[in-house]
């Protein structure tokens, strides 16, 4: 009962707020299907009586704009189960008016000009482009819009976040759409977030998003994030899945981000995806605890690393008594690197049984893959195999197995290359001999440069302050 008080509210909440009345000469209906044609002024009212209607529709509906450029404000739908699609991604273009009101919003963390809440819904074929350099009248995050697309759960308002019913339902396909901002890592972006698949209470442990997203043939551009995830449970979410379904990101400073995943399955597989200071980063026991351990595949894709970037991050920080709760396979990727600072792959706090298989690294960078920088907890078990350094560049050296790491195993390919190796009972196996074991390529007593140790450091430190 409860949950059902719930979703009336939430749709009280929409009549009340958010209804707006269709101008007849720019939104028409032909049974489920509503098309919106651009007014080349303000299409907020329009957009958001056409969503409104299709959620009384029902099952099936479709929002349908057409060839052009149109502008809105922030839009909100609750309960969704249709499409809201353009003609083409290049063909259909939507621009943010100027001074969005995103410290108006109820849930002012998250203002968003695209809002699904609740929704098993597809979203199709069009370009968000956020070209306003300052979009936000001014609040708390200064002038930056939140989210271009936030897929989350109930209002705040609604309901206190302690009473909501476990975890709520959404499904959302995601697909050739461009997400743009503006900006760039040093001067800063107008946009956070292009894609957010997230509940309304992050940082509430008894309330998570649950559902199947799939991300597939989409760009994104100049954003501070291109897509994040965070306290999804008993979830599917895939970004990619095949060479077709590839997805780009380019100018983003952290571009994949997913955080306390509980028993669910994440697969990033044939993207290309550019980063400038983080590319992709796993975590568990960011915000919340999960209950049970997730799944990352991370498969066939092309990880640029300009900048000051890495290319992956995973870390576990759920107490040891949880157990382990991020279960990772890193697989035939190619890490292009050109950074000074960083490194390819890193295991931070208490990682465990990562397996890497096949991956090739060029460019240059500080390192390759780095265990067992900090004593938070042990990085243990991991597997390096046939991985190729051959074309990579260092400062410091290809793998480094620090202090805190423990029972790892690297099998060399054809070329071998240095592992220095601080922690305790790892192997590393030679690529001429696969009996050459007992550290037949490891070397002792090489510490990275000073650029190179502030520079960790400092990424350690911001860590830190992330979590």
């Not at 002038?143 to 309901?159: A, E, F, S, W, Y």
């Not at 992709?280 to 209950?291: A, D, H, K």
């Not at 096949?358 to 390192?367: I, L, V």
């Amino acid at each position: 009962m409860l949950l059902v008080a719930v979703l009336a509210a939430a749709a009280l909440l929409q009549v009340g707020v958010w209804a707006t009345t269709c101008n007849p000469a720019y939104v028409t209906q032909r049974g489920k299907v509503l098309t919106v044609k651009p007014t080349g002024v303000d299409d907020t009212a329009n957009i958001q009586c056409a969503l409104n209607k299709a959620v009384s529709l029902g099952v099936g509906s479709t929002v349908q704009l057409q060839c052009g450029t149109y502008f809105t404000g922030m839009i909100e739908v609750t309960g969704f189960t249709g499409t809201f699609k353009g003609a083409g991604k290049e063909m259909t273009i939507i621009h943010s008016l100027p001074n969005l009101p995103c410290g108006e919003v109820e849930s002012a963390g998250f203002p968003s000009l695209f809002k699904f809440r609740l929704c098993h819904a597809r979203v199709a074929d069009l370009t968000i482009d956020i070209n306003d350099p300052l979009p936000c009248q001014p609040w708390s995050w200064g002038q930056m819009l939140g989210d271009i697309i936030h897929i989350t759960d109930l209002p705040i308002n609604v309901t206190a976040c302690a009473d909501l019913p476990g975890p709520s339902s959404s499904h959302m396909t995601v697909e050739r759409v461009g997400l743009k901002g503006m900006g760039n890592w040093v001067d800063g972006y107008n946009a956070n977030v292009g894609l957010a698949v997230m509940p309304e209470c992050v940082g509430a442990q008894t309330h998570k998003l649950a559902g199947t997203f799939v991300v597939a043939g989409c760009t994104f551009e100049r954003l501070e994030y291109a897509l994040g995830g965070a306290q999804l449970a008993d979830s599917m979410f895939r970004v990619g899945g095949s060479p077709a379904l590839r997805n780009t990101a380019s100018d983003t400073r952290q571009t994949v981000y997913f955080a306390d995943f509980d028993n669910s399955l994440v697969e990033i597989s044939h993207n290309d995806l550019e980063g400038n200071w983080a590319v992709i980063q796993g975590y568990e026991g960011n915000s919340v605890t999960p209950t049970a351990p997730s799944s990352f595949l991370v498969s066939h894709n092309t990880i640029r690393a300009d900048g000051g970037a890495d290319g992956m991050y995973l870390a576990d920080w759920t107490s040891p008594d949880v157990g382990k709760m991020l279960w990772a396979t890193i697989f035939d990727n190619d890490f292009l690197m050109n950074v000074d600072c960083c490194g390819a792959i890193n295991g931070w706090w208490n990682t465990k049984d990562v397996l890497v298989v096949n991956n090739r690294f060029t460019g240059h960078s500080a390192y390759g893959v780095a265990l067992g920088f900090v004593s938070r907890g042990t990085d243990t078990g991991w597997k390096l195999l046939f991985d190729d350094f051959n074309n990579l560049e260092v400062g410091w050296v290809p793998v480094y197995l620090g202090e805190y790491s423990s029972g790892c195993l690297i099998v060399e390919g054809r070329d071998k290359f240095d592992v220095l190796d601080e922690g305790t009972d790892n192997r590393i196996i030679g690529g001429n001999s696969p009996s050459d074991i007992a550290h037949s390529s490891s070397i002792s007593g090489v510490a990275p440069r000073p650029d190179i140790s502030e520079a960790i450091q400092k990424k350690i430190d911001k860590m830190k302050l992330h979590r």
